[in-house]
């Protein structure tokens, strides 16, 4: 069975930091592409960072230069490191793993992050 299991998110204050990891099960890990992915209420779940097998990163503009996500294959996680956080960055936070083949994806159940003073 395959999970996705996010942590680390939490209440930080604008300007602040928080790092959140994605822990992957029941897939080879280092065959997927990861991402995170963020859904504010009333808004659609929008991409945030991704990093390919080969490590490859891409990030949202809104996000670049403040984020960094990372992965550990001995280990099948995949981290983001958020830096500068905005209260826009308020959302859901969620783990995407992804093959493109044979097609597959599945997703973690998602962390909440909120920023605010």
């Known amino acids: 069975q395959v999970q996705l299991v996010e942590s680390g998110g939490g209440l930080v204050q604008p300007g602040g930091s928080l790092t959140l990891s994605c822990a992957a099960s029941?897939?080879?890990?280092?065959?997927?592409?990861m991402g995170w992915y963020r859904q504010a209420p009333g808004n659609k779940r929008e991409l945030v960072a991704t990093?390919?097998?080969?490590?490859?990163?891409t990030y949202a503009d809104s996000v670049k230069g403040r984020f960094t996500i990372s992965r550990d294959n001995a280990r099948n996680t995949v981290s983001l490191q958020m830096n500068s956080l905005k209260p826009e960055d308020t959302a859901v936070y969620y783990c995407?793993?992804?093959?493109?083949?044979?097609?597959?994806?599945?997703w973690g159940q998602g962390t909440q992050v909120t920023v605010s003073s």
């Open positions: 029941g897939i080879t890990f280092s065959l997927y592409d």
């Open positions: 995407k793993a992804q093959r493109v083949w044979p097609r597959q994806m599945y």
């Open positions: 990093i390919t097998s080969g490590g490859t990163t």
